[in-house]
C-alpha cells in the first residue's frame, strides 16, 4: 500500500514571539493539495506572521511549517511556494515593469549568465496571459490598478512554479469587480493543482472563494467549511464583536468596507479590472 501525500501544507504547533509579543501561539491546521483555504482573524491576530514563518522569513520559537512534506527553506529554494504580500510592503514606485516583476519569478531558474533564456521569456508570457496582463506588460507597475498588482504578483509565482500560493490580504483596496476577477483566477488555479491560502478582511468574499476557512487569533480557533466559520458566535469568538444580523447577511465587516475608497483606488479611466 502506498503511503498517502503529504499535505500541501502543514502546519504544527507554531509559536513565533516578537520580543513580549506572542504573535502565533500553537497554530495548527494543514491544507490539501488543490484546496483554497481562507485564513481569517482580527488585525494582529498573526496572520502576516504566519505568511512569513512559512515563506521562511521568521524563524518559529517553536513548532514547525512543512510544504508538500518539506521545510520552507527547501521549497522556496525550489521555488515552490510564491508570496503575493500585502500592498503597503511594496514600493510601488520601483522603476520596474510588470513583465520585469513576474520575471523575478525566474530567477532560481536563471544559469550562470543569470540572463533570461527563451524558456523564462515564455515562462512569463504564458503567466501574463495566465492572470489577463498580457498588455500591461511594459507598464511600470504603480501604474496598475489595484487588482492589477495582486495579479502581477500571482502571475510572479506562476511564472516560478509554485504550486502553494500565499496571498496576504489580496482584496485590500480593490473594487468588487477586481475582487470578482482575482477570485475566478484563484479558483481556476486551485483547479490546476494550486493550493492557496489566502488572508481576508472581508468575510463576504470567503464562500465565492474557499473551499475552507481558519479563524485565527494567535491559535486555530475554527477550521472548516467557510459557512461553519462565517458563524455569529464563532466570528464573535474571534473578533470580539456582536455580530448583528440582516437580511443580505451579518454586519460584522461593514468597519472594513468602503467601496467608495475602493473603486477610487483601483482603476485608471478605461481599464479593465
Ligand atoms: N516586527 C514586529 N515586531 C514586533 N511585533 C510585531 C512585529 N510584527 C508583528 N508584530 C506583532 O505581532 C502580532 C501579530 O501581527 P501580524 O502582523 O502577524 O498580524 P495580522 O493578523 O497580520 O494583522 P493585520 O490584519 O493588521 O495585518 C501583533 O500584535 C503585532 O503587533
Redesign the pocket.
Known sequence: MTAPAAPALEIRDLTVR??D?L?LDGADFSVEPGRVCGLV??????????FKTIMGMIRPDSGSVLIDGDPPARARREGRVGYVP?SEDVDWAFPVSVRDVVMMGRYGHLGVSRRPRRADQHAVDRALERVELTDYADRQIGRLSGGQRKRAFVARGIAQGATTLLL??PFAGVDKRSEATITRLLRELAADDHTILV?T?DLHALPALADEAVL?MRRVLMHGDPHEVLQPDALALAFGLDVMHRDDGPAWDDRERDDDSRERDAREPGEDA
Not at 482573524?41 to 504566519?50: E, F, I, R
Open positions: 516578537y520580543g509579543v504573535a482573524g482580527m488585525n494582529g491576530s498573526g496572520k502576516s506572521t504566519l500585502q496576504d490580504e488572508s478582511h485565527l
